[in-house]
Protein backbone atom coordinates (compact mmCIF):
# COMPACT_ATOMS: atom_id res chain seq x y z
CA UNK A 1 0.00 0.00 0.00
CA UNK A 2 0.82 3.22 -0.76
CA UNK A 3 2.16 5.52 2.10
CA UNK A 4 0.91 8.84 0.54
CA UNK A 5 -2.60 10.20 -0.28
CA UNK A 6 -3.91 10.90 -3.98
CA UNK A 7 -5.36 14.33 -4.27
CA UNK A 8 -7.38 15.81 -7.21
CA UNK A 9 -6.97 19.36 -7.90
CA UNK A 10 -9.22 21.79 -10.31
CA UNK A 11 -10.00 25.27 -10.45
CA UNK A 12 -14.48 26.18 -11.12
CA UNK A 13 -15.88 29.23 -11.38
CA UNK A 14 -17.97 30.08 -7.66
CA UNK A 15 -21.35 28.75 -9.69
CA UNK A 16 -19.54 25.43 -10.36
CA UNK A 17 -18.40 24.91 -6.70
CA UNK A 18 -21.29 22.60 -5.28
CA UNK A 19 -21.56 20.39 -8.38
CA UNK A 20 -17.83 19.52 -8.69
CA UNK A 21 -17.94 19.35 -5.23
CA UNK A 22 -20.49 16.21 -5.30
CA UNK A 23 -18.60 14.63 -8.29
CA UNK A 24 -15.18 14.93 -6.42
CA UNK A 25 -17.74 12.67 -3.46
CA UNK A 26 -19.03 10.58 -5.81
CA UNK A 27 -15.72 8.96 -7.52
CA UNK A 28 -14.62 8.26 -3.70
CA UNK A 29 -13.33 11.31 -1.93
CA UNK A 30 -13.00 11.09 1.42
CA UNK A 31 -12.94 14.67 1.77
CA UNK A 32 -12.96 18.08 -0.30
CA UNK A 33 -11.07 21.24 1.10
CA UNK A 34 -11.92 24.83 -0.89
CA UNK A 35 -8.95 27.67 -1.22
CA UNK A 36 -9.15 31.11 -3.04
CA UNK A 37 -7.42 29.94 -6.62
CA UNK A 38 -5.48 33.54 -6.27
CA UNK A 39 -3.41 32.04 -3.29
CA UNK A 40 -0.23 30.23 -3.60
CA UNK A 41 -0.19 26.45 -3.27
CA UNK A 42 0.88 26.05 -0.18
CA UNK A 43 -1.25 23.75 1.64
CA UNK A 44 -1.71 25.98 4.56
CA UNK A 45 -3.59 28.64 3.13
CA UNK A 46 -6.18 25.55 2.60
CA UNK A 47 -9.65 26.29 3.88
CA UNK A 48 -10.32 22.96 5.53
CA UNK A 49 -14.48 23.07 5.26
CA UNK A 50 -15.96 26.53 5.70
CA UNK A 51 -16.97 27.85 9.12
CA UNK A 52 -20.64 27.67 9.77
CA UNK A 53 -22.37 30.81 7.98
CA UNK A 54 -19.39 32.05 5.97
CA UNK A 55 -20.55 33.09 2.61
CA UNK A 56 -17.72 32.43 -0.03
CA UNK A 57 -16.82 35.28 -2.36
CA UNK A 58 -14.34 34.14 -4.15
CA UNK A 59 -14.66 34.43 -8.16
CA UNK A 60 -12.00 31.31 -9.04
CA UNK A 61 -11.93 28.29 -6.26
CA UNK A 62 -9.62 25.77 -6.04
CA UNK A 63 -11.17 22.65 -5.05
CA UNK A 64 -9.29 19.33 -3.67
CA UNK A 65 -10.40 16.47 -3.41
CA UNK A 66 -8.06 13.50 -1.04
CA UNK A 67 -8.52 9.78 -2.24
CA UNK A 68 -7.42 6.97 0.45
CA UNK A 69 -4.05 5.52 0.25
CA UNK A 70 -4.36 2.65 -1.50
CA UNK A 71 -5.57 4.21 -4.62
CA UNK A 72 -3.79 3.88 -7.74
CA UNK A 73 -4.13 7.23 -10.51
CA UNK A 74 -5.33 4.96 -12.72
CA UNK A 75 -8.41 4.16 -10.56
CA UNK A 76 -8.81 7.57 -9.00
CA UNK A 77 -8.85 8.62 -13.16
CA UNK A 78 -11.52 6.03 -13.81
CA UNK A 79 -13.54 6.73 -11.00
CA UNK A 80 -13.77 10.31 -11.88
CA UNK A 81 -14.87 9.30 -15.29
CA UNK A 82 -17.52 7.01 -14.13
CA UNK A 83 -19.41 9.67 -11.90
CA UNK A 84 -18.89 12.55 -14.14
CA UNK A 85 -20.92 9.89 -16.59
CA UNK A 86 -23.40 9.25 -13.88
CA UNK A 87 -24.05 12.83 -12.82
CA UNK A 88 -24.04 14.43 -16.27
CA UNK A 89 -20.28 16.44 -15.76
CA UNK A 90 -17.64 17.03 -18.77
CA UNK A 91 -14.73 16.06 -16.89
CA UNK A 92 -12.69 19.36 -16.31
CA UNK A 93 -9.29 19.67 -16.28
CA UNK A 94 -7.44 18.19 -13.11
CA UNK A 95 -4.59 17.53 -11.98
CA UNK A 96 -3.35 14.11 -9.67
CA UNK A 97 -0.80 14.24 -7.62
CA UNK A 98 0.56 12.74 -3.97
CA UNK A 99 -0.11 14.30 -0.50
CA UNK A 100 2.33 13.03 2.12
CA UNK A 101 0.45 12.42 5.82
CA UNK A 102 2.19 15.28 7.80
CA UNK A 103 0.74 17.87 5.24
CA UNK A 104 -2.06 17.01 5.71
CA UNK A 105 -2.35 16.90 9.41
CA UNK A 106 -0.82 19.93 9.80
CA UNK A 107 -3.07 21.70 7.31
CA UNK A 108 -6.10 20.61 9.58
CA UNK A 109 -4.83 21.24 12.67
CA UNK A 110 -3.92 24.77 11.71
CA UNK A 111 -7.69 25.48 10.52
CA UNK A 112 -9.68 23.78 13.15
CA UNK A 113 -11.11 25.42 16.44
CA UNK A 114 -12.78 24.80 18.84
CA UNK A 115 -16.68 25.32 17.87
CA UNK A 116 -19.88 25.26 20.04
CA UNK A 117 -22.94 24.13 19.12
CA UNK A 118 -25.76 24.95 21.48
CA UNK A 119 -25.59 26.05 24.36
CA UNK A 120 -23.35 23.37 26.41
CA UNK A 121 -21.92 21.51 23.09
CA UNK A 122 -18.03 21.45 22.31
CA UNK A 123 -15.58 20.44 19.29
CA UNK A 124 -12.15 20.74 20.62
CA UNK A 125 -9.20 19.50 19.06
CA UNK A 126 -7.21 17.05 21.82
CA UNK A 127 -4.18 19.31 21.70
CA UNK A 128 -6.31 22.79 22.77
CA UNK A 129 -8.14 23.86 26.32
CA UNK A 130 -11.45 22.67 26.88
CA UNK A 131 -13.34 26.47 26.58
CA UNK A 132 -16.06 25.54 29.13
CA UNK A 133 -15.22 22.57 31.86
CA UNK A 134 -19.41 22.92 32.54
CA UNK A 135 -20.11 22.03 29.35
CA UNK A 136 -19.86 18.71 26.99
CA UNK A 137 -17.05 18.98 25.01
CA UNK A 138 -15.68 15.99 22.44
CA UNK A 139 -12.23 15.47 21.98
CA UNK A 140 -12.00 15.09 18.15
CA UNK A 141 -9.30 13.90 15.88
CA UNK A 142 -10.85 13.60 12.51
CA UNK A 143 -8.20 12.50 10.31
CA UNK A 144 -8.30 12.29 7.08
CA UNK A 145 -12.41 11.34 7.38
CA UNK A 146 -15.05 13.99 6.53
CA UNK A 147 -16.74 15.10 9.99
CA UNK A 148 -14.67 17.98 11.80
CA UNK A 149 -18.27 20.40 12.73
CA UNK A 150 -16.77 22.70 10.50
CA UNK A 151 -18.99 21.99 7.46
CA UNK A 152 -22.54 23.63 7.17
CA UNK A 153 -24.17 20.20 6.77
CA UNK A 154 -22.41 18.46 9.96
CA UNK A 155 -22.74 21.43 12.00
CA UNK A 156 -26.49 21.65 11.40
CA UNK A 157 -26.60 18.35 13.02
CA UNK A 158 -24.41 19.42 15.74
CA UNK A 159 -26.35 22.33 16.34
CA UNK A 160 -29.58 19.97 16.40
CA UNK A 161 -28.41 18.08 19.01
CA UNK A 162 -26.50 21.33 21.18
CA UNK A 163 -29.57 22.82 20.95
CA UNK A 164 -31.37 20.28 23.52
CA UNK A 165 -28.70 20.80 25.90
CA UNK A 166 -30.79 24.11 27.08
CA UNK A 167 -32.63 22.08 29.60
CA UNK A 168 -30.01 19.04 29.98
CA UNK A 169 -26.37 17.75 30.13
CA UNK A 170 -28.22 14.56 28.84
CA UNK A 171 -30.73 15.16 26.66
CA UNK A 172 -30.75 11.76 25.13
CA UNK A 173 -30.46 9.91 27.95
CA UNK A 174 -31.51 6.09 27.74
CA UNK A 175 -32.05 6.45 23.79
CA UNK A 176 -30.60 4.58 21.25
CA UNK A 177 -28.81 6.38 18.04
CA UNK A 178 -27.35 5.46 14.71
CA UNK A 179 -25.22 7.65 12.96
CA UNK A 180 -25.75 6.92 9.26
CA UNK A 181 -22.07 7.71 7.08
CA UNK A 182 -20.27 8.60 10.12
CA UNK A 183 -17.31 9.65 9.05
CA UNK A 184 -15.17 10.96 11.80
CA UNK A 185 -17.87 9.45 14.30
CA UNK A 186 -18.51 12.84 15.68
CA UNK A 187 -22.56 12.84 15.63
CA UNK A 188 -22.60 9.35 17.32
CA UNK A 189 -19.80 10.40 20.05
CA UNK A 190 -21.75 13.84 20.49
CA UNK A 191 -24.98 11.50 21.27
CA UNK A 192 -23.42 8.94 23.60
CA UNK A 193 -21.57 12.10 25.60
CA UNK A 194 -25.13 13.78 25.57
CA UNK A 195 -26.56 10.85 27.23
CA UNK A 196 -27.53 8.06 24.43
CA UNK A 197 -27.24 4.62 26.05
CA UNK A 198 -25.90 3.17 22.52
CA UNK A 199 -25.28 4.09 19.56
CA UNK A 200 -24.26 2.70 16.08
CA UNK A 201 -21.68 4.43 13.70
CA UNK A 202 -21.13 2.94 10.02
CA UNK A 203 -20.28 3.80 6.91
CA UNK A 204 -19.04 2.36 3.98
CA UNK A 205 -15.17 4.07 3.60
CA UNK A 206 -12.49 2.23 5.94
CA UNK A 207 -11.12 5.37 6.74
CA UNK A 208 -14.20 6.48 8.71
CA UNK A 209 -14.44 3.76 10.43
CA UNK A 210 -10.87 3.96 11.71
CA UNK A 211 -11.09 7.87 12.29
CA UNK A 212 -14.68 6.56 14.03
CA UNK A 213 -12.93 4.01 16.36
CA UNK A 214 -9.81 6.43 17.31
CA UNK A 215 -11.86 9.15 18.08
CA UNK A 216 -14.13 7.09 20.04
CA UNK A 217 -11.71 5.63 22.18
CA UNK A 218 -10.23 9.25 22.54
CA UNK A 219 -13.46 10.00 24.00
CA UNK A 220 -14.15 7.43 26.35
CA UNK A 221 -17.50 5.72 24.59
CA UNK A 222 -16.06 2.78 23.17
CA UNK A 223 -17.98 0.80 24.96
CA UNK A 224 -21.36 1.93 23.58
CA UNK A 225 -20.63 2.45 20.34
CA UNK A 226 -20.24 -0.20 17.68
CA UNK A 227 -18.43 0.79 14.14
CA UNK A 228 -18.50 -1.03 11.28
CA UNK A 229 -20.00 -1.20 7.53
CA UNK A 230 -24.07 -0.79 7.23
CA UNK A 231 -24.62 -4.41 7.66
CA UNK A 232 -23.53 -4.55 11.18
CA UNK A 233 -27.24 -2.69 11.78
CA UNK A 234 -28.65 -5.70 10.87
CA UNK A 235 -33.18 -5.13 12.00
CA UNK A 236 -31.97 -2.69 14.66
CA UNK A 237 -34.43 -0.47 15.81
CA UNK A 238 -33.61 3.24 17.65
CA UNK A 239 -34.80 6.23 18.58
CA UNK A 240 -32.70 8.76 16.84
CA UNK A 241 -31.39 8.14 13.15
CA UNK A 242 -28.50 10.78 12.18
CA UNK A 243 -27.82 10.66 7.87
CA UNK A 244 -25.67 13.24 7.02
CA UNK A 245 -24.85 11.93 3.43
CA UNK A 246 -25.74 13.04 0.19
CA UNK A 247 -29.15 13.14 -1.83
CA UNK A 248 -28.92 10.23 -4.23
CA UNK A 249 -28.40 7.42 -1.28
CA UNK A 250 -30.78 9.48 0.70
CA UNK A 251 -33.48 8.61 -1.66
CA UNK A 252 -32.02 5.29 -2.60
CA UNK A 253 -31.81 4.12 1.25
CA UNK A 254 -35.11 5.47 2.32
CA UNK A 255 -36.93 2.12 3.07
CA UNK A 256 -34.40 0.94 4.81
CA UNK A 257 -33.26 4.06 7.32
CA UNK A 258 -36.86 3.92 7.74
CA UNK A 259 -37.45 0.87 8.78
CA UNK A 260 -34.42 1.70 11.49
CA UNK A 261 -36.27 3.41 13.17
CA UNK A 262 -39.04 2.79 16.25
CA UNK A 263 -42.41 4.67 15.80
CA UNK A 264 -42.33 7.87 17.42
CA UNK A 265 -38.31 7.89 16.79
CA UNK A 266 -36.62 10.91 15.03
CA UNK A 267 -35.00 10.85 11.46
CA UNK A 268 -32.43 13.51 10.78
CA UNK A 269 -31.17 14.02 7.06
CA UNK A 270 -28.92 16.04 6.14
CA UNK A 271 -26.06 16.49 3.33
CA UNK A 272 -28.47 18.02 0.51
CA UNK A 273 -29.23 20.97 -0.97
CA UNK A 274 -32.30 23.34 0.02
CA UNK A 275 -33.61 22.89 -4.01
CA UNK A 276 -33.50 18.71 -2.47
CA UNK A 277 -35.55 19.02 0.32
CA UNK A 278 -39.02 18.81 -1.48
CA UNK A 279 -38.13 15.54 -3.44
CA UNK A 280 -36.60 14.12 -0.03
CA UNK A 281 -39.72 14.86 2.04
CA UNK A 282 -41.98 13.12 -0.97
CA UNK A 283 -40.20 9.98 -0.96
CA UNK A 284 -39.83 9.57 3.35
CA UNK A 285 -43.32 10.91 3.60
CA UNK A 286 -45.64 7.38 3.56
CA UNK A 287 -43.54 6.63 7.00
CA UNK A 288 -42.65 10.21 8.75
CA UNK A 289 -44.38 13.59 9.82
CA UNK A 290 -41.79 16.55 9.04
CA UNK A 291 -40.97 19.53 10.95
CA UNK A 292 -39.57 22.76 10.01
CA UNK A 293 -36.91 22.68 7.85
CA UNK A 294 -33.26 24.64 8.68
CA UNK A 295 -31.25 26.18 5.86
CA UNK A 296 -27.73 27.13 6.45
CA UNK A 297 -25.53 28.50 2.98
CA UNK A 298 -27.92 26.95 0.39
CA UNK A 299 -27.24 23.49 2.75
CA UNK A 300 -30.36 21.89 4.57
CA UNK A 301 -31.83 20.01 7.29
CA UNK A 302 -34.38 18.08 7.31
CA UNK A 303 -35.63 16.53 10.94
CA UNK A 304 -39.03 14.36 10.97
CA UNK A 305 -40.53 11.76 13.49
CA UNK A 306 -41.46 7.90 12.68
CA UNK A 307 -45.39 7.04 12.46
Not at 219 to 231: A, L, R
Not at 294 to 306: I, S
Request: contains cysteine.
Amino acid sequence: MSEDWLEVTLQAKQQDVEALEDWLFESGALSVTLRDSEDDDDIAHAVLEPVPGEVRLWDEVTLVGLFAQDSTPEQVQNALYLAAAMTGLSVPVHRISKLGDREWERAWMDNFKPMQFGDRLWICPTEQAAPDSDAVTIRLDPGLAFGTGTHATTAQCLAWMGDKTKESLTPFKGQSVIDYGCGSGVLAIAALMLGASEAWAVDIDEQAILATRTNAAQNSVVENIKVGQPDILGSVQVDVLLANILFKPLMSLADNLAQKVKPGGSLVLSGILEEQMEPLRLRYNDNFEFAQNQVQDGWALMTAVRR
